[in-house]
């Protein structure tokens, strides 16, 4: 072989004649002879020192044969050799490298075998063609070194050969020393459903017995709108349609239902707003506003709720509504500090003539709203009704006003009373309206729209329900007082707006 790396047939030839010696006649593919015997009278020849033998890792295999299953190794038991393969601290000798490659591994010697020999080694004679290797006889482990098994023989016990990969394949199979064993985990409680029982068998007879204590159950009725009067109103309970939007007018979109409530001292508030059934039906906007305000703090503070109604032939009459209803609020709020004084006081006359201005420039704005918009004089209105109660407990007085149709009672005893100043008969002439009283314990109070005010003047049979529901002195949820504020009465289905205010 040249120093180009140019190869002679002859040389090469003569080298493996004199490495191997001549072949015997015959099939030269019958011979026995591996590769491993081949490198190791290749380290004959060159003259290798003398080192342990060191096998090579068993082949890789998909699975071992049914019959030669290897023993399964203790989990547990880890000798100094064995090393996890990510450690980078592990001596070189300890990493047995890809079991797919041929490698030369040096295992590790001891002081007395790491020290040079005191004469060199003879080259030990090369092996006969047809006889396998068997000159590396496998070498007793250091010392200091466990077999791969991972047991530590006991003291006067010898270190025994290794076991070869067949060897190990032809081992009969034992079990683990500790088999793997999951966490314990408990089961999860059995869960109990509700619903009728079914039967796929179409004559099974008779329902087997239930076990004591248990009911059978009965499917969920869906109950309907409560409704009185001579039969069901024409319309669907539920919406139906929604209205048509702007891209560009989205912020005037009004939904189908608000409720509200809350609570101050001795005071229990409920408020709702719902469509009407009718507007409901046609996908019509919801034309009636709700506003309800805290202003001020502590014992000084004013409670506002504004109910508004808007024309019910006008396009813009929803947004009418909240105009009137953010306008008010926002006059009250400018002036809480006088109108609180002036409660706490009672004076009446400078309350009335007080929120009469309020109310006043509140309307003088839609008027100048309208005018902007291009309408004609009436359009752009709406019908405002407004309760202002102090927060102050001491103090009981309840204070109401506002414009045009809607209804104020008053629940005491179980029996209504109507508190409207006016009344539906009043003159057209007669706008504003004002009304100061002085709630006792128990009282309901109730403000409502149009929409409500008059099927409680015009059937009776609704105005008992709803003294029964709210008179009995405790005020109800947020979903009941939604629940019977919607009650049906057939030949009325305009927007409803109440309020509510239970006094303790």
Excluded: N
């Amino acid at each position: 072989m040249s120093q180009q790396g140019e190869t002679h047939p002859r040389q090469e030839d003569e080298w493996w004649r004199q490495l191997y010696g001549s072949p015997e006649p015959g099939d030269p593919q019958e011979s026995a002879e591996t590769v491993d015997d081949h490198y190791a009278s290749a380290l004959s020849a060159v003259g290798a020192p003398d080192e342990p033998a060191v096998r090579d890792d068993p082949p890789v295999r998909d699975e071992p044969p049914a019959d030669r299953v290897p023993p399964a190794r203790d989990p547990y038991a880890q000798g100094p050799y064995d090393r996890s393969p990510y450690d980078q601290d592990a001596p070189e000798h300890d990493d047995p490298g890809p079991p797919d490659t041929l490698r030369l591994r040096r295992t590790g010697r001891t002081a007395a075998q790491a020290a040079p020999p005191q004469t060199p080694p003879a080259a030990p004679a090369p092996p006969s063609p047809t006889v396998p290797s068997q000159q590396a006889a496998p070498q007793p482990a250091p010392a200091d070194r466990p077999p791969r098994g991972g047991v530590i023989p006991t003291a006067g016990e010898a270190w025994g050969p290794r076991e070869t990969p067949q060897q190990a394949y032809q081992q009969p199979y034992e079990e683990p020393r500790q088999a793997y064993q999951p966490p314990y985990e408990a089961p999860a409680p059995t869960a109990f459903g509700e619903g009728p029982v079914t039967w796929s068998d179409p004559d099974p007879g008779p329902a087997p017995d239930l076990p004591p204590g248990w009911a059978a159950a009965e499917p969920a009725a869906e109950a309907a709108p409560p409704f009185v009067g001579d039969g069901p109103p024409t319309y669907a309970a539920e919406p139906t349609a929604w209205p048509v939007a702007h891209p560009d007018e989205l912020d005037s979109l009004v939904p189908d239902t608000v409720l509200d409530g809350a609570q101050y001292g001795v005071l229990t508030l409920r408020t709702a707003s719902v469509r009407g059934d009718s507007a409901r039906y046609r996908g019509q906007p919801r034309r009636d506003a709700l506003l309800t305000a805290r202003f001020g703090t502590g014992d000084d503070g004013l409670l506002l709720l504004a109910v508004a109604s808007g024309a019910r032939a006008a396009d813009d009459a929803p947004r009418a509504a909240q105009d009137a209803c953010r306008w008010i609020a926002g006059a009250v709020g400018r002036s809480q500090l006088r109108l609180s004084e002036d409660i706490r006081a009672a004076r009446r006359g400078s309350l009335k003539s007080g929120l009469h201005r309020l109310t006043d420039r509140c309307y003088g704005r839609l008027r100048a709203r309208g005018e902007d918009l291009g309408l004609e004089e009436g359009q752009y209105t709406a019908s405002l009704r407004c309760l202002l109660l102090p927060v102050d407990p001491s103090c009981r007085i309840r204070l109401f006003f506002g414009v045009g149709d809607g209804g104020l009672f008053r629940i005491r005893d179980g029996s209504w009373q109507d508190l409207d100043p006016v009344g539906k008969d009043a003159e057209p002439g007669e706008r504003f309206r004002f009304r100061a009283s002085v709630a006792h314990p128990g009282d309901a109070l109730l403000l409502c729209s149009g929409g409500l005010a008059e099927p409680l003047r015009g059937e009776p049979a609704l105005a008992a329900r709803l003294a029964h529901q709210w008179g009995s002195g405790r005020p109800p949820g947020l979903t009941a007082f939604l629940a019977e504020a919607q009650t049906r009465v057939k030949g009325y289905a305009d927007d409803r707006t109440a309020v509510g205010v239970w006094d303790a």
